[in-house]
């Protein structure tokens, strides 16, 4: 595709309900990155995937949080029993290879609100 | 760890100035540097970066400086555009799986 596209762009949902969030990065990279942006802070690492190795989750805030990737293309955050604190905007992005220093391509974000 | 903040929230100009964004990180170890551009409803794009063993990187109208010594780092922004309207926010570390990134500051620009 022309980018880095995510689903839903905006999700509104109660707490203590489960949410999926989609990441579909650009063709080819085997990179994929979650963050977490909350109002007025910066950027929050969660968790990247590089190819077939295992996933660096040392950014996920609890274990409600999870993270899967299919295919080595399509990713899926869930948040489980979610809290009023989990809203954000959570942003995917994707680079070709993963290098330290390859410029990484951002997703629009996925807006979450949870009454 | 590293902290990486901004010295101002917002930052208005006039079309046509130049514009300054300022940012201070505090882990002396972080040797990447990146500048971020955010629109309004988009994810942040990137706009240059820069590596510890260098001062000053030029890109198409912006120039990012960093002092290692005060660690700070600045984006300059020659020329600007309403079009250049956004929050602009640094990051630092060391590769991207370990950087921290600044809050923003939102440059508005007035025609």
């Known amino acids: 595709g022309a980018g880095v596209s995510q689903s839903p762009s905006n999700k509104v949902t109660e707490k203590g309900k489960d949410v999926e969030l989609r990441c579909d990065p650009i063709s080819g990279h085997t990179a994929l990155y979650w963050y977490r942006q909350s109002l007025g802070q910066g950027l929050e690492f969660l968790i990247y995937?590089?190819?077939?190795?295992?996933?660096?989750k040392s950014g996920l805030p609890s274990d409600r949080f999870s993270a899967e990737r299919t295919g080595g293309s399509v990713s899926t955050l869930t948040i489980q029993r979610t809290q009023q604190e989990d809203s954000a905007v959570y942003l995917c992005?994707?680079?070709?290879?993963?290098?330290?220093?390859?410029?990484?391509?951002f997703g629009p974000g996925t807006r979450l609100l949870v009454l | 760890g590293e902290s990486v903040g901004l010295h101002l929230p917002t930052l208005s100009v006039q079309e046509g100035d130049n514009s300054i964004i300022n940012c201070a990180y505090s882990n002396s170890a972080s040797d990447y540097f990146i500048w971020y551009k955010q629109e309004s409803g988009k994810g942040p794009q990137f706009i240059i970066d820069?590596?510890?063993?260098?001062d000053k990187r030029q890109g198409q109208r912006v120039t990012v400086l960093l002092n290692k010594t005060v660690k700070h780092l600045s984006l300059q922004i020659a020329a600007t555009q309403p079009g250049d309207s956004a929050v602009y926010f640094c990051a630092a570390g060391r590769g991207y799986s370990t950087l921290t990134f600044g809050k923003g500051t939102m440059l508005l620009v007035s025609p």
């Open positions: 820069i590596r510890s063993n260098m």
């Open positions: 995937f590089q190819g077939n190795s295992a996933p660096d």
């Open positions: 992005a994707s680079s070709l290879n993963g290098g330290s220093e390859e410029t990484q391509y």
